[in-house]
């Protein structure tokens, strides 16, 4: 190891034995597979065995951080976990705000993963070379925010925190981990794979430092960031954050309005940060060093607590799918879903998903009143309060859509397959793809199922026309946000802009490697090509790459009426060929030998 960027060593915790250890990964490793993303699927797949039970003790939750972790780079203060999806069977990498990243780094460690299953309800607490397993069971069934201030108080100044709700008890396959109250590993169940482990939360507090290469490179652009972000002036993004995409979205038909009917919401004026920023308490939850500060706090009631008040911390994705999605127009509504699914510790997404996905069962007298327990209909905030929590604790039809909207519509059947809207199990971000000429083609084709940050195709066209011109600008944006993700840097940064040159120089400056544009697109291709083959040892194949039922229907309102994902599914086929060609995997997506050899993965994928 060069001793640059990286600590060389990544910590391994048995928690069934309540043991650990180190390994020390040779140089080419990093090299190859950066850190984050990259480096978490090298170790997945190099040390998961294939059709591992993702809730069972074998699979691995692997911390990961990057190169640039505890140094002072723009927009850093990230983490990544890494391990089988309960919710899909897939591949999983899901990002988090917070400092658990910069103080794995200054423990000495690049990544810890986690094995096997506690007895009891515990919490692992690192400390530089110390690892303790405290134990929680007076903190088992208790939401995230308070389990977060309770191992504040336990543990020293400083530490980052990360913990699981109910829904990971209760191994909601959706289910997410909370760091520092307001950041999230969203998508995928992560939260649920903790559960399993009884690991209530993770505690790292880190003494060590971390130096740079070529600390030079590194200040100029931090100077240059933080040059460009003070001359914004009247943006929207930088006053409310993420909540300022509404309108935006909306106008480009992208808003998922009651369980994906349409793209287009007639009451989205009411979701406008405006309309709730007399609520913002000033304070600010944001990533560590980051000058964006673009998480907002805003007071409501607690929705457990009448009387008591609460911040919560709305983002984009929720006031889509907690809003439009089901026809929710008050924003105090959704800040109150927003906060309870982050205290019982939910995906927004993939739960907005489930209560927009009944209440259209609902509506169409799929499900009734006396499954459900009350009426649910589109507009219905105090149903879809009580649905919320009855997905967190698995109580009645809670129970069923638990599992996601996929596995629910195969259970409930009568025709509900048609209104479960995801892609290989993961439910659909706040980004209808009716909207955008391609970027269904992102939502089939990413490896963790339907994520809006696995690399958009660079177009504002509308999809009425063949999308075959705009996939080869989706490989780059992939490949871009794959150093992105192993970097781990935030992917705001566009806001900037911060460019994939820039992005390549803070790597080379924090490691002391030598990549360029046309190496970084090699680097993006090996990642994508390794998460392809997790993915077929646990038996995915091109008939997953596709896209719901929904997404075939055309939208009757708004800027996109009359539009489908694709002009036809004949084109939508000619592009995803396209895309397994530009990638060099065979007409099944099956990455060819030769391709896995120019990639350097042959040893692995051999083993």
């Known amino acids: 190891m060069s001793g640059y960027g990286w600590n060389g060593k990544i910590l391994w915790v048995d928690i069934t034995n309540k043991t650990s250890r180190t390994e020390d990964l040779p140089s080419e490793v990093y090299e190859n597979y950066i850190g984050g993303k990259g480096l978490g699927a090298y170790l997945l797949y190099r040390s998961l065995a294939a059709k591992t039970e993702p809730l069972g003790p074998d699979n691995i939750l692997f911390f990961m951080t990057g190169p640039l972790q505890g140094l002072p780079a723009p927009s850093v203060g990230r983490w990544t976990l890494v391990t089988k999806s309960p919710l899909t069977g897939a591949f999983l990498d899901t990002h988090s705000g917070g400092p658990l990243g910069r103080e794995i780094k200054n423990s000495g460690y690049d990544a810890v993963a986690v094995t096997g299953k506690s007895e009891k309800p515990i919490t692992l607490v690192i400390e530089d070379e110390s690892v303790r397993f405290d134990d929680a069971e007076d903190l088992w069934g208790k939401g995230t925010q308070e389990t977060t201030r309770v191992l504040h108080e336990r543990n020293p100044k400083g530490s980052a925190v990360y913990v699981i709700g109910p829904a990971g008890e209760n191994l909601v396959l959706s289910a997410v ?12 169940g992560a939260g649920a794979v903790l559960g399993s482990k009884n690991l209530k939360g993770v505690v790292v507090k880190g003494t060590k430092k971390i130096v740079s290469k070529q600390p030079e490179s590194l200040r100029e652009i931090s100077k240059m960031v933080a040059k460009l972000w003070k001359e914004k002036e009247g943006d929207d993004f930088k006053l409310f954050g993420t909540g300022s995409l509404v309108e935006i979205a909306n106008q480009g038909s992208f808003f998922p309005t009651r369980n994906w009917q349409n793209g287009f919401f007639e009451e989205y004026e009411n979701l406008l940060p405006e309309k709730y920023n007399h609520l913002a308490t000033g304070a600010h939850l944001s990533c560590p060093h980051c000058i964006m500060r673009c998480t907002h706090a805003y007071k409501i009631e607690d929705p457990s607590n009448p009387g008591s008040e609460v911040e919560s911390t709305i983002e984009y994705e929720t006031l889509g799918l907690c809003g439009g999605n089901l026809g929710i127009s008050d924003p105090v509504a959704v800040l109150r879903l927003n906060f309870l699914a982050d205290d019982l510790g939910l995906d927004t997404i993939s739960a907005g998903s489930a209560i927009g996905f009944a209440m259209d069962a609902y509506e169409n007298g799929i499900l ?45 059947g009568k025709g509900s397959e048609e209104l479960a809207v995801h892609v290989k199990g993961l439910e659909i971000p706040a980004w209808d793809p009716r909207g955008k000429k391609g970027l269904g083609l992102s939502y089939a084709t990413a490896a963790v199922g339907a994520s809006h940050l696995r690399g958009w195709p660079k177009t504002t066209e509308k999809p009425d026309s063949s999308a075959l011109d705009v996939i080869e600008s989706m490989v780059t944006e992939r490949d871009t946000k794959h150093l992105t993700d192993s970097m781990i840097m935030c992917h705001f940064t566009w806001h900037f802009p911060l460019s994939r040159e820039h992005k390549i120089t803070l790597v080379n400056g924090a490691t002391g490697l030598a990549y360029d544009s046309e190496s970084i697109s090699k680097f993006g291709q090996r990642v994508d090509t390794l ?64 391709t896995v050899e120019e990639l350097g993965l042959s040893s692995l994928v051999k083993q």
């Open 531 to 594: 998460t392809r083959i997790f993915n077929i040892r646990e038996g995915f194949s091109r008939k997953d790459d596709i896209l719901p039922p929904k997404f075939w229907s055309a939208q009757t309102a708004g800027n996109a009426e009359g539009r489908k994902a694709f002009v036809d599914e004949d084109d939508f086929e000619r592009s995803l060929d396209m895309y397994y060609n530009l990638r060099g995997w065979d007409s099944e997506g099956v990455p060819t030998e030769d």
């Open 368 to 412: 009734t009143e006396d499954e459900i327990g009350f009426t649910l209909r589109f507009g219905d905030a105090e149903a879809a309060l009580k649905l919320m929590r009855k997905i967190a604790y698995r109580d009645g039809i809670g129970e069923i859509l638990a599992k996601g909207v996929r596995i629910a519509a195969q259970e409930i």
């Open 177 to 188: 981990g909370c760091c520092e109250l307001a950041h999230q590993t969203g998508r995928g």
